[in-house]
C-alpha cells in the first residue's frame, strides 16, 4: 500500500501524538505544535483548541473563521478579538503563507466550523476536514485526505437521520402543551435545536442563561434564525416563568442533574451517541433524541469517495475510531488509509464539548 508517492504525502500531511494535524511546512492544526509558526483552529470545540493559550504567544499567526474567533471571544478569551497575530478568514477567501496557500472551505458543524487545504509549492493539496457532517459538507478534492473518525465503526450508522427534525419539534410540541420544555446541550448543539424548533413554527419564547445567550447572539450573527430570544435574568423572562407562561428553556448539559424536573413539562436532551432510535425515552417525563453534528460511517465513506484521494489519514487521536475507519477505507475503497498516531491515547479525557 506504501509508495514513494505515499511516503511523501504522509510527510507533508500527518498527526502528531498530541493531536496536532501538520499540513505542509508551516501549519498545524486544532493542537499547538512549536515547530510550526501557523496554528489554525477549524472550530470552537474543546478537542481542538488545546495549547491555545500557547499558539497566542508563540505563533506568528492564528488563524480561525470570524465566527469561530467570535465564539471563542465569548466561551474561552475575551482578548482574542483584539490580538495583533489572530486572523478571522472567510470561507473560500485564498490566503498566502508565503509559498504555501491555505484555504478555509465550509464544513457542516457548529457555526464557523471549517475545512482548511493547503497547496504547497509542488501543487500537492493537503486537506483536513476537522469536523464534519455528511451530506451538507462541501467535498474538496484533495491529494492527502486527513479526515475525522468519530462514528468510524461500520455499525455506526444513523438511519433516521431524515426524520429527526420533525420528530424533535412534535416532541417539543407535545410538552408545551402541558407547560415549559427544557432542552439540555453543548455549546452550539443548543442553537441548532433553536433553529429546528423556528423552522419547525415553534414560535414560543426561548429563555436561556448568560453564557448561552451570548454563544446565541454570535449564532444569530452569523445568520442562524434562533427566534425570540431572552436571558433568564431579565424581567421579561422573569415574569414570564412566574406567570408559567409557555417557554422553552436551553441550558447547558453539565446542568441536567441540576434542573431536570424542575418546574418543567417536559425535558429533552440532545446526544450524537444515540444511534438506533431518534428519540428515546429515559424517564416519566424525560427523553434523549440522537441529533448529531458528525457524518456517520457511511458519511464518512462517502466524502473519501466523492474526494478521490491518493492517500487518507484518520485521526486517532480524538474520541473515535480512527484505525478501524482507515482499515474499512483501505478494504471497501482500496485507498492507502492509516491511522495518525498509529496507536491512540490511552487516557481519553478530551471531548469535543464547549
Ligand atoms: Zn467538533
Known amino acids: 500500500m506504501r509508495s514513494r508517492r505515499n511516503d511523501d504525502l504522509l510527510c507533508k ?3 502528531t501524538s498530541n493531536g496536532a494535524i501538520l499540513l505542509g511546512r508551516k501549519v498545524a492544526c486544532d493542537a499547538h505544535e512549536p515547530s510550526r509558526p501557523v496554528r489554525v483552529i477549524t472550530h470552537a470545540h474543546n478537542d481542538h483548541i488545546g495549547g491555545l493559550s500557547r499558539s497566542l504567544e508563540k ?14 471571544s465569548v466561551l474561552r478569551r475575551k482578548s482574542i478579538k483584539r490580538l495583533p497575530n489572530v486572523l478571522g478568514l472567510r470561507y473560500n477567501r485564498p490566503f498566502d503563507l508565503g509559498g504555501e496557500v491555505l484555504t478555509f472551505i465550509k464544513a457542516r458543524h457548529i457555526i ?9 509549492e509542488e501543487g500537492n493539496r493537503l486537506l483536513y476536514t ?11 478534492e484533495a491529494d492527502a485526505l486527513v479526515m475525522e473518525a468519530t462514528y468510524g465503526r ?3 450508522v444513523r438511519d433516521f437521520e431524515h426524520e429527526i427534525e420533525e420528530r424533535l419539534v412534535e416532541l417539543v410540541r407535545s410538552g408545551l402543551r402541558e407547560g415549559p420544555v427544557l432542552v439540555f446541550g453543548y455549546h452550539g448543539k443548543l442553537q441548532e435545536v433553536m433553529q429546528i424548533l423556528v423552522d419547525g413554527g415553534v ?3 426561548f429563555v436561556m442563561p448568560k453564557k448561552v445567550y451570548e454563544v446565541t447572539r454570535v449564532c444569530e450573527r452569523y445568520g442562524m434564525m434562533v427566534g425570540d430570544c431572552m436571558p433568564d435574568h431579565c424581567d421579561e423572562a422573569r415574569e414570564l416563568v412566574a406567570r ?26 440532545v446526544s450524537g451517541w444515540e444511534l438506533t432510535r431518534p428519540v428515546r425515552q429515559v424517564g416519566k417525563r424525560e427523553f434523549v433524541v440522537g441529533l448529531s453534528d458528525h457524518a456517520d460511517f457511511e458519511g464518512l465513506m462517502a466524502y473519501v469517495e466523492e474526494c478521490g484521494p491518493k492517500v487518507v489519514i484518520t485521526d486517532n487521536y480524538r474520541m473515535g475510531s480512527g484505525a478501524i475507519l482507515a482499515e474499512e477505507i483501505r478494504r471497501r475503497l482500496k485507498v492507502p488509509a492509516f491511522p495518525m498516531p498509529s496507536r491512540a491515547p490511552l487516557k481519553r479525557d478530551l471531548t469535543e464539548w464547549i
Not at 60 to 71: G, I, K, P, Q, Y
Not at 112 to 120: P, T, Y
Not at 130 to 140: L, M, Q
Open 112 to 120: 464557523g466550523a471549517a475545512q482548511v487545504l493547503v497547496e504547497d
Open 203 to 205: 414560535w414560543v419564547p
Open 13 to 15: 500531511a500527518r498527526i
Open 130 to 140: 476537522g469536523d464534519f457532517k455528511f451530506p451538507g459538507t462541501p467535498v474538496v
Open 59 to 72: 505563533c506568528s499567526w492564528v488563524l480561525m473563521t470570524e465566527a469561530t474567533r467570535d465564539l471563542l
Open 154 to 156: 461500520p455499525s455506526q
Open 244 to 269: 408559567g407562561e409557555s417557554y422553552v428553556g436551553f441550558y447547558h448539559s453539565s446542568s441536567y442533574n441540576k434542573l431536570r424536573g424542575h418546574r418543567a413539562a417536559m425535558c429533552i436532551r
